[in-house]
């Protein structure tokens, strides 16, 4: 009641003096809250409040003003749109604000503010002047929001059919904020090489230890990662079992199923033959290719970007290395970049291979084959 006694002081001349001012079967009452953003007033004035007596001259509009204070002289708290007035009656417009950064609704930060297309993602919209039933806008998609406090909202981004930045709005019962400085977060496919997809990539194929959550933080996939390449380009030359041993740690990481020895059919014996493994599980495969040679001495050298593979020779008297792979002198360990979807894994017959007694490579034993999928 308050604030309309302000407003019918301050706004009407014929009020202030005590005289007839508008119908008297119109019964003012306290203005009612809307939506919290809009105050509704009901007045009991018409063009007799105008200063001067019989027909207005000029245009007969109000404005209903809302103020801490009696004097309006200074700063409001809210306006509303020009009210053309009638005798009797009124028609008005919903009360607009001076400052909307006072109590409007608005997005300052969104983190993260990219994801995948597929949606899902938890994203905290930080802002100001939030409150209990105010909703995001993704582009023209209304999703659940969960209020955390009145500067930051929880929310799901929806999915997008395609990759691209939407902007990002709140709305409440169907009022929107936020349309000239709005949020904007990126969709990105899960195809496109981003370093979020690349770690996606890592977190699939890096060996797990006894004990790690379900979700490596991305400091120790680099590490691992690390690890793995130096153990496969790094290591001194007089470390072959080692770089054997985690060669087929690898394996066992990609391809952890074991699988039957005797289930694989056995080639012909022949001089050398190489046994591939194939590794579809990076963009540019590590390579490892053991073979033996009587003139070269000890030697790990790196692979080029093409398919050439690191070389890594062995002494004639060699003993067999037993484990997920069974190594001979000749026998080659090789991963190459597939372009099918299937990596073949090329592995020896189930006899045990014959130690290395010669120089000149006799009695190799030969691989066999089997195409397995990638695990």
Request: hydrophobic share 35%; net charge positive; with cysteine.
């Amino acid at each position: 009641m308050c604030i309309k006694n302000h407003c019918l002081r301050l706004l009407h001349s014929r009020c202030c003096d005590k005289k007839s001012c508008g119908n008297r079967n119109e019964t003012p009452s306290d203005p009612v809250i809307i939506d919290r953003f809009f105050l509704k007033f009901f007045l009991k004035c018409n063009q007799n409040c105008l200063k001067n007596a019989g027909n207005p001259r000029d245009m007969r509009r109000f404005q209903v003003v809302v103020s801490t204070t009696v004097n309006v002289d200074g700063h409001v708290l809210a306006v509303s749109d020009n009210m053309f007035v009638h005798n009797n009656s009124k028609h008005g417009r919903r009360a607009r604000r001076l400052d909307p950064s006072e109590a409007t609704p608005c997005i300052k930060a969104i983190s993260p503010s990219e994801g995948w297309t597929t949606g899902g993602a938890t994203v905290i919209i930080i802002g100001d002047n939030f409150f209990d039933g105010l909703q995001v806008v993704f582009g023209t998609m209304l999703v659940w929001s969960e209020l955390i406090t009145p500067h930051a909202i929880r929310v799901q981004t929806p999915p997008r059919h395609i990759p691209g930045v939407v902007e990002v709005t709140l709305s409440y019962k169907s009022k929107q904020f936020c349309k000239g400085a709005p949020g904007r977060f990126v969709y990105t496919a899960l195809n496109e090489p981003t370093i979020d997809y690349g770690f996606q990539r890592l977190q699939k194929v890096i060996p797990r230890h006894p004990g790690d959550p379900e979700r490596l933080p991305k400091e120790v996939l680099l590490k691992r990662a690390a690890d793995l390449v130096e153990a496969l380009y790094g290591m001194p030359h007089n470390n072959q079992e080692i770089i054997l041993k985690r060669a087929a740690d690898i394996a066992e990481a990609l391809y952890s199923v074991p699988r039957n020895h005797n289930q694989i059919p056995t080639l012909g014996n022949t001089p050398a033959h190489t046994g591939m493994m194939g590794v579809n599980s990076f963009s540019s495969q590590l390579a490892v290719n053991v073979s033996e040679t009587s003139q070269a001495n000890d030697q790990v050298v790196p692979s080029s970007p093409t398919m050439a593979a690191s070389s890594v020779t062995l002494p004639s008297n060699c003993s067999s290395t037993h484990g997920i792979f069974s190594f001979s002198p000749a026998n080659v360990i090789s991963a190459v970049k597939q372009k099918s979807a299937f990596a073949p894994v090329v592995r020896p017959q189930a006899s045990p291979p014959p130690s290395c007694t010669s120089a000149n490579g006799n009695g190799l034993q030969a691989m066999s084959g089997l195409v397995v999928p990638p695990m």
